[in-house]
């Protein structure tokens, strides 16, 4: 059964992707909408108890660190049904990040706990938790990146969206979201000012998300000729204008993912990141608006590895497929709090 909570509600941020990623339709939206953490938190708690307790389900399978990962989380732990959490283990140790908090909670109640790198392996140890609950299966996300890729040609996806934007020339590509980059003024004429001081280098592609679209305009966003900012993209044009980027600006732990693979250099606009595996692999740094434009320079001018993170092979799904199999077959070597 797949249940989509309706979190991200925007059509730009949720009808596309199943569309594009040809995802089969959800047998529930509960269509929460945006809203505060605590209220959206709770409304999703609310609809997903009615479903669990109707479905009553061998296993809950969440992904991620956003609220309705740890809404579905604390009710099927409250229910006593067993939960297998998808990118477990991921830490920044910032714990004013929303996220943070909800993959922490998440990883607590959850009985197999699917790890995208061996740092997260690490984490989950030194936190206590079973091995027996821990499985290093590569990144899921991946697997779609890599499908993806084989089917299409991002140098023939991406002309269009450049020719529109009147870009012939190399560019760098931009994604801001996060509190920390957009909510306050302040924080947002720093990112702003990034920005155009990028802009001076080469045009800047930047597909912009709801949150922070006030916050980066009253900043003067637009008061550079050379920001071309955009709707929120569908996932193959998004990936096809990275894939073209000299490099790439962003507060994302997914495009810091995604980068890695394509072997596009990455900026990344924080001071610590729960993908530390994208560091020690090359392809990303983390910067402030201070260090942005010296490190840009730096990381052009080195090649990134070629050899991809352990088990970033496209094959992660498969091997979360057999673990739960394996498991369903015998709960009880599981040892998880929902199992009997």
Not at 30 to 55: K, N, P
Not at 110 to 135: K, M, Q, Y
Not at 181 to 210: C, E
Not at 223 to 245: E, K, M, N, Q, R
Request: some cysteine.
């Amino acid at each position: 059964m797949l249940l989509h909570t309706g979190q991200h509600y925007d059509d730009r941020m949720s009808e596309v992707f199943f569309t594009e990623l040809r995802l089969p339709r959800p047998d529930v939206n509960l269509h929460v909408g945006s809203d505060s953490h605590a209220r959206q938190t709770a409304a999703i708690m609310v609809g997903l108890e009615e479903h669990i307790v109707a479905v009553k389900p061998s296993i809950v399978l969440v992904y991620g660190d956003v609220n309705s990962t740890l809404a579905a989380a604390v009710v099927a732990a409250k229910l006593r049904v067993p939960i297998g959490h998808v990118e477990a283990g991921l830490r920044s140790f910032d714990r004013s990040m929303p996220e943070e908090v909800n993959r922490v909670l998440t990883d607590q109640v959850s009985d197999l706990l699917f790890a995208t790198s061996p740092e997260a392996v690490d984490h989950l140890r030194r936190e206590g938790v079973a091995p027996s609950r821990i499985h290093f299966v590569g990144n899921p996300m991946i697997d779609t990146l890599l499908g993806h890729l084989a089917r299409m040609d991002p140098a023939i996806v991406r002309t269009p969206l450049l020719t529109e934007l009147g870009i012939t020339g190399p560019y760098l590509l931009a994604t801001l979201h996060r509190p920390a980059n957009v909510d306050d003024p302040a924080a947002a004429r720093a990112s702003v000012q990034t920005l155009h001081a990028l802009a001076d280098r080469a045009a800047v592609v930047l597909p912009l998300h709801p949150r922070g679209r006030a916050t980066l305009g009253a900043a003067g966003l637009l008061d550079h000729p050379g920001v071309h900012v955009l709707d929120p993209l569908g996932y193959t044009d998004f990936i096809a204008l990275l894939a073209g980027a000299r490099a790439v600006i962003t507060d994302s732990g997914g495009v810091q993912e995604e980068a890695t693979v394509l072997r596009t250099a990455c900026l990344t606009l924080r001071p610590n990141t729960e993908r530390p595996v994208t560091v020690s692999h090359g392809t990303n740094r983390l910067v402030s608006p201070d260090t942005v434009e010296a490190v840009l320079d730096e990381v052009l001018s080195q090649p990134p590895d070629p050899v991809g993170p352990p088990l970033w092979d496209g094959h992660a799904g498969e091997r979360i497929a057999e673990v739960l199999v394996d498991w369903l077959a015998d709960p009880s070597r599981g040892g998880g709090l929902g199992g009997p």
